[in-house]
Structure formats: structure tokens, C-alpha cells
T-cell receptor, first 108, second 115 residues
Framework: QKEVEQNSGPLSVPEGAIASLNCTYSDRVSQSFFWYRQYSGKSPELIMSIYSNGDKEDGRFTAQLNKASQYVSLLIRDSQPSDSATYLCAGGGSRLTFGEGTQLTVNP | KAGVTQTPRYLIKTRGQQVTLSCSPISGHRSVSWYQQTPGQGLQFLFEYFSETQRNKGNFPGRFSGRQFSNSRSEMNVSTLELGDSALYLC??????????????FGPGTRLLVL
């Protein structure tokens, strides 16, 4: 089993819809998780960090962590075409382990 | 506050050559990590430096090395370049206050092409 796995996608949603991105992790991954957004040809940009069970909201973004199920998710509400990018789930401390990424396209 | 800077941004080398990449972390950040990103392997951890000491190392051959200076700036070196070393090399910095889960902020990357 990979240490961090993401639903491979690609994911396509209409503008204004909710985009749901999911990630599972193995026991070997530290219990701190991050969501990064990466536009084509650019470097990863931090969207959310989450350390505790439950939900964490920041604007249109909500991260959810369920340690019992070893599951992390990111919800993007009111999706915009500018949200079209690859979303990377990562776990760990100073040594991040990344998932393969999920490519999201928001259609106008 | 300025972000993480990396130089050069683009580099073309030939097989067998060596290359040195540079990273300046966000002011006040003490930890610098390096990652390699390729289409086939995704983002993979290379190594992490804190207080001029390598604290963590990923599963890369010894041709990949790095160092950190007293001002927290870091360099990584790849010797005897191979075609497969073509990648985006990313540097990330964090405060590192001793807690797990310190947020890492990425620089723009250096895109290396090996011919």
C-alpha cells in the first residue's frame, strides 16, 4: 500500500458546484496533513493544513480528517474556473509524503 | 515577507555533468527540505536540513547531496547527471519549532533538463 493515496481523477465539476477530493494514508505517515494546489508549470501552494480529527474551514475550502479511517478530504465549495489545478495531499512533518495528485477541472 | 527563492529557475545540462541548485528560505525559517517532481514518480523527498545538519534523507542515490549554510540558505548538488534526473527540483522551508506538522512553503522550483 502506498503511504498516501489520492483518488486519481481527473475530476471535472461545473462552476458553482462542490468539488470533493479524497486521500487515504497508511500507518507510516505522520498525523499531520496538508493540501497543496499546483497549477501547471508552477510549484505547490499551500491550501490547508489539518492536524486534528474533524473539520477545518477556510473560506470556500474545508478539510476533513478522520484518523480512525485514515482518511483526509478537501471540499471546495462554489468551485470557480480558477480552482482548476492539481491538488496534492501530503502527510508528515519535515519529510512530506505526497499522493499522486488529483487534477481538477472546473467548467464555466 | 519574501517567499522562498530558488536559483537558477531553468537549467540545461548534458549527461555526466554536475549541477548545483540554490535555495534561500523565508526569513526566519530554519528548516529546508528538497523534493524532486517528475511526471512518473510525482513529488519525492530528497533531504532535509536544519542548523546546517542533514536530518532526513530520502531514497535517492549518493549522487544527490546537499548542504545548508549558517544563514539557512541551502544548496543541492547532483553529480554525474543522468537523463532520468530531468525534473522540477523544489525547495521548501519551514520554521521548525520542534513540533510535528510544521507547514512547509515551496519555492518556484528549478527545472532541470538533462540531454
Amino acid at each position: 500500500q502506498k503511504e498516501v493515496e489520492q483518488n486519481s481523477g481527473p475530476l471535472s465539476v461545473p462552476e458553482g458546484a462542490i468539488a470533493s477530493l479524497n486521500c487515504t494514508y497508511s500507518d507510516r505517515v505522520s498525523q499531520s496533513f496538508f493540501w497543496y494546489r499546483q497549477y501547471s508549470g508552477k510549484s505547490p501552494e499551500l491550501i490547508m493544513s489539518i492536524y486534528s480529527n474533524g473539520d477545518k474551514e477556510d473560506g470556500r475550502f474545508t478539510a476533513q480528517l478522520n484518523k480512525a479511517s485514515q482518511y483526509v478530504s478537501l471540499l471546495i465549495r462554489d468551485s470557480q474556473p480558477s480552482d482548476s489545478a492539481t491538488y496534492l495531499c501530503a502527510g508528515g512533518g519535515s519529510r512530506l509524503t505526497f499522493g499522486e495528485g488529483t487534477q481538477l477541472t472546473v467548467n464555466p | 515577507k519574501a517567499g522562498v527563492t530558488q536559483t537558477p529557475r531553468y537549467l540545461i545540462k548534458t549527461r555526466g555533468q554536475q549541477v548545483t541548485l540554490s535555495c534561500s528560505p523565508i526569513s526566519g525559517h530554519r528548516s529546508v527540505s528538497w523534493y524532486q517532481q517528475t511526471p512518473g514518480q510525482g513529488l519525492q523527498f530528497l533531504f532535509e536540513y536544519f542548523s546546517e545538519t542533514q536530518r532526513n534523507k530520502g531514497n535517492f542515490p549518493g549522487r544527490f547531496s546537499g548542504r545548508q549554510f549558517s544563514n539557512s540558505r541551502s544548496e543541492m548538488n547532483v553529480s554525474t547527471l543522468e537523463l532520468g534526473d530531468s525534473a522540477l527540483y523544489l525547495c521548501a522551508s519551514s520554521l521548525w519549532l520542534g513540533r510535528d506538522g510544521e507547514t512547509q512553503y515551496f519555492g518556484p522550483g528549478t527545472r532541470l533538463l538533462v540531454l
